[in-house]
Each structure stands twice: as structure tokens, then as C-alpha cells.
């Protein structure tokens, strides 16, 4: 955590000071915003969260209910989402509070006697260490109020702003074009409509969408046809595990989904009501609890469950569904101009609950939306950034959708319907990745460089998300987790892995690094030259190297200064971008990173850009040139 | 985290239900208290954060100041304090925001030219894993402020009394026998006295401690002669080490001891300002900041420091002093009553700030006390507990002074005075289990066990505090440190490490397991026989179970049911309490543990009590009985 370079601060360090639009920030939704953001879900909030880092920018964020999320619907959460916990400094205590997956069980009915169920297999989450994080499952609920925590505390001071629906948008001419008409749903105003103008209006207002009706998309895809009860319960019972994620399959008809909750005795069990007749009409939506209950029983034979409270339950029916476009563009307008409207999470993706999905997709939505929105209204970047949104997530939205219609499908299965008996957990185990959420890759775009020096560092797949790795940061010999020193403030981040010298032990030979250094430090075509006067050198772009070297082998003194950037008001030199290799771990193995050095260029949203040599400046700047708009300006 | 339990909690599981006196809990201090705490220090925080789980006592604590502290002068942090963090629920938290200590520095004149200082040696704190907790450096005030957050929080919603300062106290009879004079110090009622009657009072109140003075209690010791500047600053240099721990002795005389500070800027020097005539008379407690950093300059020579910012600095002289008693019972009256005041931290001991130890025995002073009193004013426990604070404290003082006096002299060494050229670090690295704060052991007592069975649990030493290790849930299949599953609640922890059969594999065969846990469950002689009728069965004493199989070899139905206990309204099964053995870490191995079984008894504040054969019942029960006056009241 970096504070006190300002002077001394008592307080929670997490507190930043207030700039911007955070200083004397007006607790009346205003007449004209940057950003409005409709809807305080999951994907809406970390829109808003990330926007919050940038206090020069209007952010509001509006909410039908006129209060805080009491008890959500969406649990899981995904180790790429805990990644992106620790980038918005709540990883730790969400952590702390949240059941954590670990295993999961499956059982089948028992072969001697099918009446009754029997644990067939154990299968280990993240095998593969995927990720150093875990997953989770606690209520979206407490995610939303760690985002808005973040939120609060941010320079801009936001908080959502309760009690207003939307209505209906309209996108026309001037600074703010878009009027945007929201009805108050609380207060002396109930009932009462006004209209607010933004710049630019995201979507973030779930499965039955306005933003989205408003912008002429719609929904596409597969009718519900398999009805689940689900259900969050207290409940007494002789069933083994019961704090265990299982998949319960059972000879008498129908299965279990049971997911254990945070706080050692809530659990969440989605029980099969089987095939709905396409004229049921709904009926089955009036299941009720008790008849919920007893199906478990009847599935979960020769255990019980004695049901002693009932925090939330409903009924669905698993549908599948998706836009083809998460903005106001049109096909045929694409190239022509840039988008006014975003949509993001179940507003533009929707299907079954049961793969933990929904709540993870929708963020990472949110996250990559977010930074795009503050460098376009920064000046930093032109609108062509926005276009990019929508190429680069409604392909991860198609791929989702695929894998958890294969999902559900196979969890509808009965016993005899399988291919073989760990038809299903194999699926489970050999599709880890994407449920954990680190299968996205995005395509080559403006943002995702080609792949031509990719072998210089393979362990960081270009589009894909950053994986962290040991270091030791050579200031303090701490050792580190890499990735976790990228914090979700909407900089660009350029890691320089050394070539074998270590610092100051190159007098006279060439040094590729210290050539990078100068050059980033110097050059006029260097991505750095764009970061405003006044800023601090890393406001824009945060530049760390690794050496190869262990920390006792490299001389701080002796480090390009590039990589120990002058900051704050004091002009303190800091320290912390420096990082040595843990012997213990080494980083250039671990990422099969070529020992002549490479520039791992990485996105705000953690992904990887951009792999290249040392000497690849030109490269360098030509990729972030038309990024940098305030630097190139782009005629309107 | 344990939660839901009583139904579903929306909001932050940390916010505990308000109960007892936590019930609109009245803003004004009440006339009468039970336990009164004079000071809002790391030794005051703490003791009332741990009665603040106790919502049937009415504990208060007063401060002089009109609020929170801003700016505080101690900052080291032991592992065994971030231990004790973690029962009070923020280790994570503050550890995200402290500066970690992995290696500290020696350095040196250059033997080639002395008036130059060289890097002599590096030495990596902690190579015993002696903890897995790090060793932080935070400010004071953050440390308070958890605490304070941890009790506002509580059942007992306890918050400060700022604006109240100690005057005196007298000893009286009846209910409330010690009647304390405070002086409004801010607000409408300042300058006027008020009387408060307390059943006991603690005296947090630092080194000028007038509670100390109210009890006849002195500090007697040896005069300070050496005297050093202390700073914290941001500044500009070329000393490499500057964000690393470091002890400096320079050949041109004086010596420097730098501790970096959280945030990445910020850091602590001590500088030796020399011997102190002692007709000197205070007069280098004038010494400027200015003359303070040109000595520091002098000393790190040939490397600069240029300070551009001064968050505080002092003069202070080195002076190790210490009270003979921790309470008001004069020597000649032990055993013939028991204290009604005590006094705690720096108002019993001080010592030079530069070992980092202050604020660490500081606090583990209240988290001795602390629980004590909540367990003889809940009427669990005879008043004979109390007198077990100062019997147990004074001698964990003196060890700190003695210590501490060692470590400043040699800090104040000149380099031709060593025995050796790394006898300072020498001294660093052997006695790091000393400053890390784990060599307390308390001694034989009433609540410390005999040792005639240590050799059943060698890895937990009888009146050493309980080394955590690793073992994995069975219900949820986590790995986890079982140490930290051990909350600061007040509760006593019974481990029960099991013989070698799993369980409900003994079916005809003792099972001394079984026999223990039937024996605990329904004994007469038990001590959970003491638990209050209508509170959970884990009220008072928190049972936990260690099977020597790894967790998929543990059928959880098996298990004694004295080990899933019943819990809350709807009488859900508390299933967190059973840990199979890690086999990538045998808790067994590692703790030097009996195959055939061992019963771990562990204090409220973490330190082990006892250590018993599975089938010691008996002693078991004698050892409880007498700490257990609800069941054996003793006569007034």
C-alpha cells in the first residue's frame, strides 16, 4: 500500500484523499454526468468502483431499490474474481468471511441398492494452481458492499445513488447526448420523473434490462425447459457432506446441487423438479418450499434434511440467452462511429445459476469497461477505445453461455443417460479453467498486440490475464506476489524483465535495459511522454523491472531512475517498482521468460497487451501511440 | 467465521449481535462500571476489546484526550502480536498496510577508510519459523484503531470515553468498592470532577501512570544516561538501505538504528546522541531536529539525507524501570485479599523504544487480564484468579528490561568496544525468539498445569503460548492453521488429539477418544458441566478434535458428538470443530505429538494450560475445578 508521500497520514490508509469530484461531492444526483450507470449490481458496481479512481470524471451510479442489497442471489465467486478483489484491496476479508471450495463430491446412487445415494468420487478444486487465489462462494450481497466500501474511500467519494428506475434513454447532439429519463422510486419525489444527461450510460440493470430494450438489443437464444428449486436453508442432517459443494444424483429420479454458504451452517441446494411441459405456463413456479424440501429428501435417501430456516428461496426455469451486441452500435454502423450506450452482466448474458458463473462474467464486464470509459473521458485515449468492449466481451459471453448449457445439461443427466459413471466429474475436472475464469483470451485488437514475440515470456499468453508470480521487491527484501502490486487504478502497467546483467554491471558492454530505461524515461515517442505536466512520472503508466538476480545482487543505487520514479509533492524517489528474483521461485522459469529480457506490457483489467524485446522501442511506441490520444489528437 | 446461525445475516458477519449492555448502551459514562480502564493505549485497547466480549460486564474506558490518537509513538509489532491480532480478527488487515521486516541490516565503518560506512552483513529475521505470522512495523494509532473497531463491533458496542482524565482512587467496601475522581478534560463539563465506582479498575495510563501512583506503586531502576533523537521523516538519499531494517555505526562516533514505516516513504530514525552529562539536566532534550539530521548525515557518511518532510521527532533518554507489583495488594497482604486495581504496560515497565517490544508486552499484559476479569465479574471463576496477573506479568517485565538494557548498550556501543565485529548481529539472530515475543512461559499456578505429561505434546510447551500448525476441516475439506481458528471470545480450548483409530472404527475396542468425548459430554466432573443452562454447549469451552487420518479417512457422522456441539436457536450442528491431519504437514510430527493420543488444554489468551494423557478425566477435572466457581462457589 502506498501512502504518506503526501505527508504524514493517520488514518485507514485506504481512505485516499478526496479530489475532484470528491471534494464537496454533491449528494444530489446532478443535472449532467460523465457516467451514469444504471443498476448496483455486480457488474454495474465494479464499473462504478474502477470510475472512481478517476476524480476528474462525473460518475454516478442510480439503483431502483432505495437501499443497500439486503440477500442477493449469486454466490460464486471465481478465483479470477478474487484476483480482481485483491486489484480493489478487499481480497483478504472477503476471503475471510466466504466458505471456500476446496473439494467437490459426487455422488450416485448406490449400485447394491439405487434407492440409496453413496459418494462415488472426490475431486480437488485447481489442481493445476490456476491461480494463488481461491474460490469462494459468499453472498453477491457482501461483494457489493466491499465495492461500494471502495468506492467511498476512493478521490472522487462515490456512493450509489438509491431510488431511481430507469425509463427510457434518448441519444442526441451536444456534449451530454444522451437524456437519460429515471423515475424516482422512493422519497418526497416517489413517483415523480426528471431527466439527467450523460456522456455516456452503461447498462448494468440485469436479465429484464431497460438500457438495453432502449438501445434495440435484445436477448436471443433457447427456450427453459428443466426446472430447478433452489433454496438458502439452515437444516439439521445426517448427510456426510453437507459442507461440501456435491453433485447428488439420485436412482429414484432427479439431483442435487448442494453448495455450502459462508459461516459454517447456511448451504444452498438446487434441486431438480425435472422436464417442464412447454405448457405449464409457469405452474411450476409455484412450487412451494415444503415440496422443495421433500424432493431433496426424497434425492438425498438414506439421509435427511430437517429444514429448521429458510434465509431465501425461488424457482427457475434454466434459460439460455444472449445479445449479439453489448452497445448502442449497430452492425451496419460499426467503424462509423463510437458507441453512447453500453450494457453489461445478465443485461446482455443470461443462464443457469449452477456453474457459479453469472456474478464472475458480470464483473469482469464491469472491468473492462470501466478504465476505458476514464481514459476516453480523460483525454487520455480516442472513443475507438469504447468500440472495443463490446468485440472483446461478447465472444467471452458466447463462450460462457456454451459451457454452461454443457453444464446443465449434464446435471439434469439421470444415472442411465451417462456415457460412463465419472461422465461428470471428469467434465468438472477437465474444464477447471474455465470456470475458474482464466480461459478468456482476447483477440488482436488496438488493445492486444500480435503474438510474433510471444516466446519470449510464454507464460504470459498474450489476452489473457496476467498471472502473478513470486519476486522479492529489492528495496524492503520482501518477498511478493507480483501481480498483487497492481492495484485496480486504471494505470497501464510495463514490466521489464532484465536482460542477464545486473545493474551497474554493464559499464561499457551494451545494456538492453538500460537502453529500455533511457528511452522510456527520455524519448519523445516514448509511452511516458504522454503523462500530464505536473502528474507524478507514474500516473499514467506503471513501469517495475525484475532482474534476475537475487535481491543481494542487485544495487538499488545503481538502477535506472525510470524504474524509481519521483512522486508526490516531496519528490520522493519510490522505491517499490524494483524487484529481484526469488531463487526459490524463480519468475523467469516459472513464465518461461527469455534470459536476454522482455517488455510485458499489461492492461488497467489485468490482461496482457503486449510481449516484446528490450530493443523493440519502436514497437513500443507504436502500439501505445494510438492509445494516447492527448498526445496524438484524433479530429472529432 | 462463524455466523448465520441465528438466522441470516445480511451485512458484515464482523458485527456481532447486540446483547447485554451492548443494548442501547448508554453514550455517558454510567456512575457505576465493573470494570473501569484508565487509558486508551495498545495495553488499555486491548483489555477492553477483550471484555467487550463479554456483554453482561459494563466495562469502560477513559481517555484525556478529546479523541483518537493521530499520531503515536510506538510502531514495532512482534509476530506473537499479529498473532494475537488474528483472534482479534485484523491481522490480515493491518498486515496489508504495515511495513514487514524480512531482513535487517548491519553496517559498518570501512576498515579501508572509517570514515565511510560499508554493508557488513545481512540477517533474515525469523530462519526458525517461529511463527507464521510476519514482524510488521505500523503506527501506534492503527493498531488502535482495529481494536476499536473490534469492540465497536462487539455485543457490547463498547466505545471510548474520551475527555475523562484520571485524578485519584480510593479503596472502599460494598458493590463497587473503588471510587475514582476523573476530571472532565473537554466538553460543556470540563474542569469538573466527577466520581465513578468501579469493582475493579486497570491502569492503562503510560509511564507517568497516576493509578500506579494511587496504589503506592513506584518504578525503580537505573538513571538514563545516553540519550538519542528520534525521528520520522520523508526524505530524499542515496543510501541504498533505506527501506530495509538497519543498525548503523559509523567510525567518526555515533550510531544510528533506521526502521522503515508503512506506506513506502516513511521512515523511523533512532540517532545517537552520545552520553549525557548527568549534571546535564534535560538540556539535550533541546536538541533540534536540525542538529538531529546533520548528525544523521555525519553518521551515514559518504551517503546524504536530504529530509523534505518531519512527521514527528523527540529526544528521549534511555531509562529501564520497572514496579515490583502489577496490582494494589501489597506484599505482605497476598493471599489475604484479592487486587481490585491493576496497572498495565508502560505504567509498570519502560525501556529504551529501539527493540520494538513496548507496545507487544504492552498489549499482552491486557490480553492476560483481560479475560480473567470477565470470567471472575461473569462469576465462572474465584477472585483468586486475579492475583495470577501481576504474579505472571512482573517476571515477563523483567525479562523485557533485561533484555532491553542489553540491546541499547550494545546499540550505544562505539565499534572498537565489540568483542567481535558481529557480535551486535550475532546478538540480533540468537535472540530472536526473545523479541519475537515467544519466550513467555508462565509458571506453574492455578491456571498452568504441572509438566508430567509434556512429553505427550513436546511441541506444546505448558505455559508457552500454542504454537499453530496445519490440519485440514473435514466437513469442508479447507487446509487451515488450527491455531487460528481460536477467536479472542474469552473461551478456554480443549484439543482433543486423537489415538490412532479413526472414528467408528473401535467398535468393541477401548476408545480412549470416544471414552474422553462421552466422558466431557456427560460427566458430572466435566467442566463443559459448567456451562449455563440455555447457552450453547461451546459457550465457555470451545472442543476441537484432531484425527491422525487424513480427512477423506474421517467419517464425519462417526464422530462423538461432543465435537459437532449444538448451536443457536434452531439447534444446528456445529460441524467446524473436527480436523483431520494434513499429510503434507503432520500436526502430529510436527508438535512431537502422541500416537496414542493427547488432551491440549489452552487459555483464553492463547497459552497452552495443560497437556494430559486422553484418559486423565480426573486430572482434567481437578484441573478446572477450581477456575470453575459457578459449580464450586467459593464462600465470600
Known sequence: MHFHHHGYVSGDPRVQPAAGVGINRPTQLPDEVDVLIVGTGPAGMLTAAQLSQFPGITTRIVERRGGRLAIGQADGIQARSVETFQAFGF??????????????????????????????????????GIS???????????????????????????????????????????????????????????????????????GADGARSKVRESIGCTLAGDQANHAWGVMDVLAVTDFPDIRTKCAIQSGTGGSILLIPREGGHLF????????????????????????????????????????????????????????????????????????????????????????????????????????????????????????????????????????????????????EE????????????????????????????????????????????????????????????????????????????????????????????????????????????SPLAATPEGADRDAWFDVKVIYQQDHTSVDIGAVPSVFKPQVGPFKLNYLEKVYATDPSADIFELRGIDRGGVVVVVRPDQYVANVLPLTATAELAAFFAPLLQARKPVEA
Open 91 to 128: 481480497a483478504e476479508r472477503i476471503i475471510a468471511e466466504a466458505y471456500r471450495i476446496t473439494e467437490m463430491a459426487f455422488w450416485k446412487p448406490d449400485p447394491a441398492d439405487p434407492s440409496r445415494i453413496v459418494r462415488s468420487a472426490r475431486a480437488v478444486d485447481d489442481t493445476t
Open 132 to 202: 494463488e487465489f481461491p474460490h469462494l462462494i459468499v453472498n453477491q450481497a457482501r461483494v457489493l458492499d466491499y465495492f461500494g466500501e471502495f468506492m467511498a474511500n476512493s478521490p472522487s467519494r462515490m456512493a450509489p445513488d438509491y431510488g431511481f428506475e430507469f425509463r427510457s434513454l434518448e441519444i442526441g447532439e451536444g456534449e451530454y447526448p444522451v437524456a437519460v429519463t429515471l423515475l424516482h422510486t422512493a422519497g418526497p419525489d416517489e413517483g415523480r420523473e426528471r431527466i439527467v444527461h450523460a456522456k455516456y450510460v452503461v
Open 268 to 415: 444452498r441446494m438446487y434441486v431438480d423438479l425435472g422436464e417442464v411441459d412447454p405448457k405449464d405456463n409457469g405452474a411450476v413456479r409455484s412450487t412451494t418450499i415444503e415440496q422443495i424440501i421433500g424432493k431433496a429428501n426424497a434425492i438425498l435417501h438414506p439421509y435427511t434434511l430437517d429444514v429448521r430456516n429458510v434465509a431465501w428461496h425461488s424457482v427457475y426455469e434454466v434459460g439460455h440467452r444472449l445479445t449479439d451486441r453489448f452497445d448502442d452500435v449497430l452492425p451496419e454502423d460499426r467503424g462509423t462511429r463510437t458507441p453512447r450506450v453500453f450494457i453489461t452482466g445478465d443485461a446482455c448474458h443470461t443462464h443457469s445459476a449452477k456453474a457459479g458463473q453469472g456474478m464472475n462474467v458480470s464483473m469482469q464486464d464491469g472491468f473492462n469497461l470501466g478504465w476505458k470509459l476514464g481514459h476516453v473521458l480523460e483525454g487520455r485515449s480516442p472513443e475507438s477505445l469504447l468500440a472495443t468492449y463490446s468485440a472483446e466481451r461478447q465472444v467471452i459471453a458466447k463462450n460462457l453461455i456454451d459451457f454452461d448449457k454443457e453444464w446443465s445439461t449434464l446435471m439434469a443427466k439421470k444415472p
Open 418 to 525: 451417462f456415457e460412463s459413471p465419472s461422465e461428470l466429474e471428469d467434465f468438472y475436472v477437465s474444464t477447471a479453467e474455465f470456470p475458474a475464469g482464466f480461459m478468456t483470451q482476447y483477440a488482436p485488437s488496438m488493445l492486444i498486440g500480435g503474438t510474433a514475440h510471444q516466446d519470449l515470456a510464454a507464460g504470459f499468453t498474450i489476452g489473457k490475464r496476467f498471472k502473478s508470480a513470486p519476486v522479492v521487491r529489492v528495496c524492503d527484501t520482501n518477498p511478493l506476489q507480483l501481480g498483487h502490486q497492481a492495484m485496480a487504478d486504471g494505470r497501464w502497467r510495463i514490466y521489464v524483465f532484465a536482460d542477464a546483467a545486473a545493474p551497474g554491471q554493464q559499464a561499457g558492454a551494451p545494456s538492453p535495459t538500460a537502453d529500455l530505461a533511457a528511452w522510456l524515461a527520455d524519448a519523445t515517442d
